[in-house]
């Protein structure tokens, strides 16, 4: 991921939303706190859609966090980051969503074709755009393999691409058992992807 586009990720920051705006989400004004999660939802979602993949749990587990985050929006006091803050809900939502289709031994069987193309950078060329989403479809079904926290480090670092020392920020964890859980990650995608040169080649990239 470009720097720039990872700046998005972890920067909206308190300039984001100004004192008076601020002020009016500790007062638990409501226009203010529908406009704040108006202008966080396609993070959100985003973020979520990342960690679980397309599936029927997406909008779920987007209205949750949203949820947990109006709520968490009256105690923000701006001493970090709004979308950091926003993010570790989304992301804490995710896990447990996801923890939770692991546990019952769910696995995805609808694939969004519009959320598919909205995430694959070739949405533009439709011959591009099928062979991202298959591409996609592909990763997703070798990521249903790995443990949650494995998963989370995976999407989080390589897919987003943050830094463990970020990510582990993002989710309150230790950059070493960030870094741990992303190698094994690796290495056991390395092992599902072996006749997946494309996707092999994706994980090639980005080595911290």
């Known amino acids: ?124 060329d439709p011959e591009a755009s099928c062979i991202g989403r298959e591409r996609l479809a592909r990763l997703y079904h070798h990521l249903d393999q790995l443990p949650p926290k494995h998963r989370l480090a995976f999407v989080l670092c390589d897919v987003e691409g943050m830094t463990p020392t970020e990510a582990a920020a993002l989710v309150r964890s230790h950059p070493v058992t960030m870094r741990s859980h992303l190698a094994r990650a690796r290495r056991r995608l390395r092992a599902l992807l072996r006749e997946d040169g494309s996707l092999g080649e994706m994980l090639r990239g980005g080595q911290r």
Request: hydrophobic residues 45%.
């Open 1 to 124: 991921m470009k720097a720039a586009a990872r700046a998005e990720v972890i920067a909206l920051g308190v300039e984001g939303v100004d004192a008076d705006r601020q002020a009016a989400l500790e007062q638990g004004d409501a226009r203010a706190l529908d406009a704040v999660l108006r202008e966080l939802l396609p993070f959100v979602r985003g973020l979520i859609f990342r960690v679980l993949g397309p599936g029927p749990g997406l909008d779920d587990a987007t209205q949750d966090a949203l949820i947990e985050l109006s709520k968490a929006l009256l105690r923000w006091q701006g001493r970090s980051s709004l979308r950091t803050y926003a993010g570790r809900i989304a992301v804490r939502v995710a896990y447990r969503h996801l923890r939770r289709r692991v546990r019952d031994r769910e696995r995805e069987q609808v694939h969004h074709d519009e959320a598919l193309s909205a995430a694959s950078p070739s949405a533009g």
